[in-house]
């Protein structure tokens, strides 16, 4: 298989100038660059900038896939917008990381996995529109994303087994869309987030309009100047960040969101999913164990009605099977094999069974030359 390797970079707050169109065709030649989008494709060699530096440098989010399972996501937040404390809490490393560029945070979840088979044409455009949806979740405080890159870093082993679980983000139980996607991008195990997820509660929705109206009345007028004097300027994403962090940092934390429970290990987490990948392998075997009895009881049920059907049309049976043999067809052998069967059946329903053995030594002695369809009678095991 040959190497194939996928960079998509992006920006959502603010558009590329000429100037940084000309500065990345620098580091690329060959790549799709438009005034919000870097692509490129690599078939052999590499890229040659630091993804993680481009990212800081130039955009908002960034994708990274290779056929030789590297899956990477980043995202680039305003340091003003984003509670750098709490992500950090998040950081494992190998598998999430946060660096700090200027005025910028960038937030780096990484997974490895050689022995993956996704389809990557399947995933890409799923997981790209999906990418600027999450990191506005995490901009809004949402962590999801962050506890589930870490799940996949404990999947993986990159993760020790005794390190205790980050802050179990509420709503882990019903993931959205965009979240699933990308889920499916990391592969990450959907029972271990399943138990994972035992002890996220359930987000409640404190920021309504009326909640933001009266923060605003909080924010000194001081604040609310330089606010208005930077979007006048031109700096709309790190104000509208700064805006966000504010109103997030002052509202009360969600009663949903606090856990009195114990923090868990890594290995206490796999533990939990291999356990319930075990109940529900047991519950599926079960499962299918009754449907094959529900069917066989129902194929049972069926053909016992066609045999009573026929009780008393034995003769008009055995004239059918002879008429099928003088076919000298393939299609009348199936005949043949399909009336013998039901005649031995009725035969075992009227304890007739010595009469049929009987008949069926003569007939087999009638067309003994009929190799092709003497083979089918011993495949179906008639008496000789």
């Known amino acids: 298989m040959s190497e194939f390797q996928y960079y998509h970079f992006e920006t959502i707050d603010t558009p590329l100038t000429e100037k940084q169109q000309d500065e990345l065709r620098a580091i690329s030649s060959r790549a799709e660059i438009t005034d919000t989008t870097f692509v490129n494709e690599y078939n052999y060699g590499d890229f040659r900038g630091d993804p993680t530096k481009v990212t800081a440098k130039y955009f908002d989010v960034m994708m990274y896939y290779s056929n030789f399972g590297n899956q990477e996501l980043r995202f680039r937040f305003p340091k003003s917008a984003i509670n750098l404390p709490m992500l950090k809490k998040y950081e494992a490393d190998d598998v999430t990381e946060i660096e700090i560029a200027g005025n910028f945070v960038v937030v780096s979840m990484l997974q490895n996995d050689e022995d993956s088979s996704r389809d990557f044409y399947e995933h890409f455009g799923k997981v790209i529109s999906a990418i600027p949806s999450i990191r506005e979740d995490i901009l809004n405080g949402d962590y999801r994303i962050l506890y589930i890159s870490w799940l996949g870093g404990v999947m993986r082993g990159y993760v020790d087994e005794d390190s205790e679980e980050p802050p179990v983000p509420p709503g882990l139980k019903e993931l959205t869309k965009p979240l ?13 987030i399943e138990v994972a997820a035992q002890t996220s509660g359930t987000p409640i929705q404190i920021d309504t309009n009326a909640q933001k109206t009266e923060w605003v009345k909080t924010v000194s007028e001081a604040d609310k100047n330089d606010w208005i004097v930077r979007l006048i300027s031109g700096e709309p994403a790190g104000v509208l960040g700064e805006i966000r962090s504010r109103f997030l940092n002052d509202r009360p934390v969600p009663v949903a969101t606090k856990s009195s429970k114990k923090r868990r290990t890594a290995s206490e987490i796999e533990e939990l999913g291999k356990n319930l990948q075990e109940t529900i392998a047991q519950q599926r075997a ?12 129902e194929s049972t049920a069926q053909r016992q009605k066609v045999i009573n059907a026929h009780v008393g049309k034995e003769p008009m049976l055995w004239k059918q099977v002879e008429e099928a043999v003088e076919q000298r067809l393939a299609s009348g052998y199936d005949t043949v094999i399909e009336k013998l069967t039901l005649l031995h059946d009725l035969a075992k329903r009227n304890k007739t069974t010595d009469a049929f053995t009987t008949k069926m030594r003569e007939f087999r002695k009638t067309h003994a030359r009929k190799s092709a369809m003497i083979r089918r009678l011993n495949d179906k095991q008639f008496p000789r």
């Open 180 to 192: 699933k996607q990308l889920v499916d991008f990391f592969d990450v195990d959907n029972d271990l």
């Open 286 to 297: 079960e499962q299918e164990r009754a449907e094959r009895e529900r069917r066989l009881a």
